[in-house]
């Protein structure tokens, strides 16, 4: 092995050993806050040091947690129902005792 051959491959070591050192860095950093797996996301799709495929990557998983999904509502049935029976009930009342009725709103 000639000295430029060794000297570049001792450039591609050093390089991978910082590489490597970084990455050891940026895990520990990742596991010593105790974040949760969104907030871990965050943290990397915010972080403008990694690659844009990692960010957008680490958005696309965050996003069905930021926002919600669109379900249908079911119709508030339980309301008209509840407003059927009490109509019910009031016409099922003597006609003097809903007269007493709309006279006490009227007082």
């Known amino acids: 092995m000639t000295d430029p051959e060794k000297a570049e491959y001792d450039d591609v070591v050093r390089q991978l050993m910082a590489k490597c050192e970084q990455l050891a860095a940026e895990n520990a950093a990742l596991k010593a806050n ?63 005792e809903r007269e007493k009725m709309v006279r006490g709103v009227a007082a």
């Open 34 to 96: 105790n974040a949760s797996a969104h907030q871990t996301l965050r943290a990397i799709y915010a972080d403008s040091t990694q690659p844009a495929t990692v960010r957008v990557r680490a958005a696309q998983a965050a996003l069905n947690v930021e926002t919600p999904s669109l379900k249908p509502e079911p119709a508030p049935l339980d309301l008209v129902e509840r407003q059927r029976a009490r109509m019910n009930r009031i016409l099922a009342l003597p006609l003097s």
